[in-house]
C-alpha cells in the first residue's frame, strides 16, 4: 500500500482527508472528503501515477453499532501504480439522499463501477448517468442494501401461481 501517496496527498491537499487507518489486513487507508473526491484522484493520476483505476464499490452500513451508522454508505475506491506496483485504497462516506460528484472526467472507466454503485445501492453521482446497468429499469429498490427485503421478489410478468416447492407456502401467492 502507499503510505508515500496518502503523506503526499495530506501534503498538497489538507483539507481532503478526514482519516487514515491501517485495516486488520494491515492495509492503508484514506477516507476523503466528498467535496475533495475528484481534486484527491486528479492529483493522484495525474501528480502521483495512480493511472489505473482498479474498482470501486460501496457498503451500507446500516446493521453497524449506533455510533457508526452516520453515514450510511461508504463509497470505496482501487486504484494502482504500475511503474511502482503500488495500491490505493480510498473511501468517501456519504448519507442517504447525498451525491458524490462522477470521477468519470478522471477515470474513464468508473462509468460502469458508478452505476453498479447507484443499481445496487441508490448511492447518485452527480453529473453521472445514475442508470441501472445489472437490473432491469423497472427494478423496485437497490437489491444490495441492508433494507432490501430478504426474499423481495420482482418480475417482469406476472408469475404462475404453482406451489413453490423451494421455499415454502404463502411466497408467491398459493395456498396449501
Request: proline share 3%; hydrophobic share 35%; net charge positive.
Amino acid at each position: 500500500m502507499s503510505t508515500f501517496a496518502l503523506d503526499q496527498i495530506q501534503a498538497q491537499l489538507p483539507q481532503a482527508l478526514t482519516e487514515r487507518y491501517k485495516d486488520r489486513t494491515g492495509a492503508e487507508w484514506g477516507v476523503v472528503k466528498r467535496e475533495q473526491l475528484v481534486a484527491t484522484l486528479r492529483l493522484l493520476k495525474e501528480k502521483l501515477g495512480f493511472r489505473l483505476f482498479v474498482s470501486m464499490d460501496a457498503v451500507d452500513r446500516l446493521h453497524l453499532p449506533a455510533h457508526e451508522q452516520d453515514p450510511r454508505f461508504e463509497v470505496l475506491y482501487f486504484l494502482k501504480n504500475i511503474e511502482r506496483n503500488e495500491h490505493m485504497r480510498l473511501k468517501v462516506r456519504v448519507n442517504e439522499g447525498e451525491d458524490i460528484d462522477t470521477i468519470k472526467a478522471v477515470y474513464q472507466g468508473a462509468d460502469w463501477a458508478e452505476r453498479f454503485v447507484w443499481d445496487f445501492y441508490g448511492v447518485r453521482f452527480s453529473g453521472g448517468s445514475n442508470r441501472r446497468i445489472l437490473t432491469y429499469e423497472e427494478f423496485k429498490g437497490h437489491a444490495l442494501r441492508k433494507d432490501y427485503p430478504l426474499r423481495g421478489r420482482q418480475s417482469l410478468i406476472p408469475e404462475r401461481a404453482i406451489k413453490d416447492i423451494y421455499r415454502g407456502p404463502g411466497t408467491n401467492g398459493v395456498q396449501d
